[in-house]
T-cell receptor, first 116, second 108 residues
Framework: GAVVSQHPSWVICKSGTSVKIECRSL??????MFWYRQFPKQSLMLMATSNEGSKATYEQGVEKDKFLINHASLTLSTLTVTSAHPEDSSFYIC????????????FGPGTRLTVT | TQLLEQSPQFLSIQEGENLTVYCNSSSVFSSLQWYRQEPGEGPVLLVT?????EVKKLKRLTFQFGDARKDSSLHITAAQPGDTGLYLC????????FGAGTTVTVRA
């Protein structure tokens, strides 16, 4: 149980284009999902908290107009990187919060974004 | 400023040796979680500790939570190459606050 998928697993796009990444909880419903960014050999950096049916909450320093988050259902959240630039190249990971009441998060396999 | 400090940052040991990773927090969280991440993949939850003084065992892995619920340790006995990875501790309230991680390499 508690399986989270991400699609695509990797994507290469040209500078100035937009890229959408999907995060799905496959066997449980998640009212709360999270989006992280990770640079090589570093820890995870929380970008935003995504709540089903409401606006996402962004961490300080994260541009909400650049990283659009939509939590359309209890099993799907999407992150759209708009007008991507090479500095947006990174490993993006989503997670879904479990229902144990202990704030456990279950992570997707990540999406490697490369902007050329 | 990172709320959780992990040490050491890097650890390279021979197969069969033991290792310990430490996680110290400046705050008390609702729970503390340990994750393991392999390159190119998402973190996998290993354990959640909630109660001060708690000890949990997962095969060769032993997790301890300090009495004050501010520090934790992960001990691996007789490490194997399959234990190689990035170990992350995270303090959990509504969201997770991650430590910087410990990169463990177990050489065959």
């Amino acid at each position: 149980g508690a399986v989270v998928s991400q699609h695509p697993s990797w994507v290469i796009c040209k500078s100035g284009t937009s890229v959408k990444i999907e995060c799905r909880s496959l066997d449980f419903q998640a009212t709360t999902m999270f989006w992280y960014r990770q640079f090589p050999k570093q820890s995870l950096m929380l970008m935003a908290t995504s709540n089903e049916g409401s606006k996402a909450t962004y961490e300080q320093g994260v541009e909400k107009d650049k990283f659009l988050i939509n939590h359309a259902s209890l099993t799907l959240s999407t992150l759209t990187v708009t007008s991507a630039h090479p500095e947006d190249s990174s490993f993006y990971i989503c997670s879904a919060q479990g229902t144990s009441g202990r704030y456990e998060q279950y992570f997707g396999p990540g999406t490697r974004l490369t902007v050329t | 400023t990172q709320l959780l400090e992990q040490s050491p940052q890097f650890l390279s040991i021979q197969e069969g040796e033991n290792l310990t990773v430490y996680c110290n927090s400046s705050s008390v969280f609702s729970s503390l979680q340990w994750y393991r991440q392999e390159p190119g993949e998402g973190p996998v939850l290993l354990v959640t500790v909630v109660t001060g003084g708690e000890v949990k065992k997962l095969k060769r892995l032993t997790f301890q939570f300090g009495d004050a619920r501010k520090d934790s340790s992960l001990h691996i006995t007789a490490a194997q190459p399959g234990d190689t990875g990035l170990y992350l501790c995270a303090g959990a309230d509504y969201k997770l606050s991650f430590g910087a991680g410990t990169t463990v390499t177990v050489r065959a």
